[in-house]
């Protein structure tokens, strides 16, 4: 874990700085809250700061305002460093939003306890972060977190001007597979499925699930003639798949129905626009006769 130190005091710099590399942590260090505040604005920003309260340009508690008021995706835990140990102090310290307090000159055993409490604060939230934005069946991207994710791609996209590729998919007949060989079954061939989606994409695709048998996979860089081959591709390894039902009776096979398209920069086409035209290509490999891919026009 990264850890900010934003301190004036040249030991007290130190003496953190070596105690935390001891420990292990990756350690950033600043010598003013001004500073530290350029630093938490950055994209790979600390998720634990230490920082003394009186610093010259931004104090301890300014820093602490400015990092709450801010809109971050993960929780910064903040860890006050203070020669002050009034009442009075502690609760202006826990009004700008302080989580932890520790009186100057600290003790070693000390800090590093309550370290140890913010990381397990910071990792249980991510742990429900990822929960939250998570398939619970399949482990990928939820349909909420996949197009939050998307729009800030289709964003890149048009900031950098790069090719932007996005396909839907859906498995032909699925109805049938529960129908026939239970809900069991049906959730095993959509895990597969899923499988065969991830292993046929890149590690910076984004693949989600939109809803019931339908998945949707977001792809940076990628144009329309390189989207297709690798929607092909997709089509292929699923038809090719052999399923094993859970009692080991039989081997079940299944295809998929692909639609792509690519983003239009040239009309400024948003994410909502982009899905459009692939579901409408869906829909158009579904009617031509499943297990086929077809492309926007």
């Known amino acids: 874990m990264k850890i900010l130190i934003a301190e004036d005091e040249p030991i007290s710099r130190r003496l953190l700085e070596a105690f935390l590399c001891d420990w292990g942590y990756q350690v950033q260090v600043t010598m003013d ?12 920003a600390p998720s634990l700061v230490i920082s003394d309260w009186i610093m010259p340009n931004m104090d301890g508690l300014e820093l602490c305002g400015n990092i709450r008021k801010m809109e971050r995706s993960g929780y910064t835990y ?8 009034r009442k009075e102090d502690i609760i202006n310290g826990l009004e700008a939003g302080a989580d932890d307090f520790l009186i100057k000159p600290f003790d070693k055993e000390e800090l590093k306890c309550r370290i140890r409490i913010g990381e397990r604060i910071i990792k ?4 429900i972060l990822k929960l939250a934005a998570t398939d619970v069946l399949t482990g990928i991207l939820n349909r909420r977190a996949f197009m939050e994710r998307m729009d800030q ?7 950098e001007k790069t090719p932007l590729s996005f396909i839907m998919s859906d498995i032909d007949h699925f109805k049938d597979v529960n129908d026939r060989h239970g809900h069991q079954a049906g959730d095993m061939v959509l895990q597969k499925f899923v499988e065969q989606l991830i292993s046929a994409s890149r590690l910076y695709d984004l693949v989600g699930r939109y809803g019931g048998e339908e998945f949707t996979i977001c792809l940076p860089g990628t144009d329309a003639s390189q989207t297709r081959l690798i929607a ?9 798949m052999k399923i094993m039902l859970p009692d080991g009776s039989q081997a079940i096979q299944i295809t998929a129905s692909f639609g792509t398209a690519s983003l239009l920069h040239e009309t400024e086409e948003g994410v909502d626009s982009l899905i459009k035209r692939a579901d409408d290509a869906l829909y158009k490999a579904k009617n031509e006769g499943r297990n086929r891919v077809c492309t926007a026009g």
């Open 124 to 127: 249980l939230e991510q742990r």
């Open 78 to 85: 903040f860890i006050i460093l203070t020669t002050k140990g």
């Open 153 to 159: 791609e289709i964003n890149r996209s048009c900031r």
């Open 33 to 44: 809250g001004s500073e530290a505040w350029d630093e938490i604005q950055k994209p790979e």
């Open 232 to 240: 092909e591709r997709m089509r292929k390894s699923v038809e090719n």
